[in-house]
């Protein structure tokens, strides 16, 4: 119980260290989401303004992933952590690239909205794309949670929910496929949809991703090669 | 009859007496003090073994009847021990009574600590924002509630407004969260589902903006046709002054309604889309020359600071400026002045525009940036203001992160002091 007074400041210390990183992870996690979020709506609603800005503020994300990048390797470098506390820099080195990603394709999703703000509206403006980002954005969300919390059940549900939005891009890209087909001046507008609903696929996948660094953070080594597995055989 | 200590110790002391005088009739009497005394003390140990040894099985039975010390030591115990559960279920039937009441609230609310960590949350925090009293104890609240503008209220400390985010839950609702610092460091975040609010906040702007455009077409047929009439020289003297009426009031509406589109703009659009350079000091110049040779106005006097200059949209300082010299040579009798001051401080930069007119009485400062809000409504609304002009100023400022100072004092004058924050300042303009 009693250490001595050294000690217990060092390792104080430490795990400060460690609790502001994951801190300024999770922090860069809502960034993220409301980058994501403003996205979606600027599709939705076609404000081509709110697509341009978010386009802009990417910048934002990048500087964090780099803050953070630096701070791990800081980390590595002046305390040697070791067991659970390596496993945690090395999940966030993992999760700010996937998260860092997510924010790429938000922001080509702010492009895409600023140009489809120009064209004709569909009348069901948009709703496909908008269920589809709801759920991507609701599993980005889940995902920062259980990284959040540490709960590995919470992890497996969102690596389950990725096939769900593999399939509503399907559904989305065999629509567009009949839209051209009956219409071709309607080509270049299903196009940029396409590109929109295809970016949202694959922040599905990154937020997959970063559910399986959480399982591995938990569960440690050994586990996580049995759960990866468990999880691939679900998913596939 | 004495009673528990008091009966004890007369009953040891005769015991002991007794043992002596027994042993004093066998020529012994310290042998028979000695047996007594060792009698007292077996018995003694005898019932302190007992009566451990029923605290830890719970079977008082050989305490529960009698008169003996040990057994009103029991009745005592049991007594303070019913007691004390007879609290405990008070305590926890209340303790159930307050978690009932604050779960069935429609509001959030989470008790946080100084270090913002969650400790309690009631039910509609849970279905609000997604934190669960067990599961998030001891987690950061801006580790779930994540919102960037939550995280900068947050890392604020400045509690005195709360701040409007989106639901975490619902992609289409909004919240307004606000933290109250109370006791040792500690804080109450309330979050309120404002979704209703906010649409109709929307609704109102949408109908503002689309309203205004509608009535821009009809309006323009309208001064149109009278310009052509107050030029036609067959119209008798008679309609001269009606038509001239006419064009005074339909270029009065034209002004509203342009400053309502500019106003739905400030409002609709999102802040400080641009952020050039603004030449404060040329704009100053430009809006001066407008009152230059007029007669009947008030001198102005201005005091620039041309090295400071500030980042934002020109043309929303611009309009800032001409509205508030604008309403300071309104309310300015000819013979006095109004100073236009630019200059840095310590807060930033300010802006000052003052004047030594009717000045504005105290209670309607705080409605003066209202739209259409007059202070004296009987007076004339021929001085060309329509109203508007405030709330302009106000919502280019806040678009500027700036703040509108207001200060006046009744028939001594009035002083508006818009202050640009530092992050804004870019020093030197080329």
Redesign the interface.
Known sequence: MHMTDITDHISRRFNDDLEDLRNSVLKMGGLVESQLSKAISAIVSGDSELGLKVANDDYKVNDMEVTIDEECSRILATRAPAAGDLRLIVAIIKTITDLERIGDEAEKIGFLASKLARMDRPADSYRELKNLGNHVLQMVRDAMNAFARLDVDASMNVVREDEHVDDEYDAITRQGITFMMEDPRSIKRVMNVTWAARALERIGDHAKNICEYTIYMVEGRDVRHTAIADVRKETS | MLTGWQAYLAKTCGLLIAGTLIGWLYGYPLLGLLIAALLTLAWQLRMVIAFESALRTKNFEEFRFGEGIWQQIYSRFRHQKNRSRKYKQRYRKLLREIQDSTNALPDGGIVLNAAFEVFIANKSANALV?IHSK??RG??V???L??????KYLSGMDFASGVEI?S?IK?DNWLFCRLVPYGAKQHLLLIRDITERFKLTTTRREFIANASHELRSPLTVISGYLDSLAEDPGIGDEWRRPIEQMRSQANRMTTIVAELLELSRLEN??AA?SNTPVDVAALVASAKKHYVGIENTANITVHIDTQVNISGNSSEIESVIANLLSNAIRHTPADSSVRLSWKRDEFGAALTVSDSGVGIAEEHLPRLTERFFRVDSGRSRDDGGVGLGLAIVKHALVRHDATLEINSTLNVGSEFICRFPESRFIGEFE
Do not use: A
Not at chain 2, 146 to 151: E, N, V
């Open positions: 997604g599961k998030d987690q950061r801006d580790n779930i994540r919102d960037p503008k939550f995280i989106r975490p992609q659009t999102l889309s």
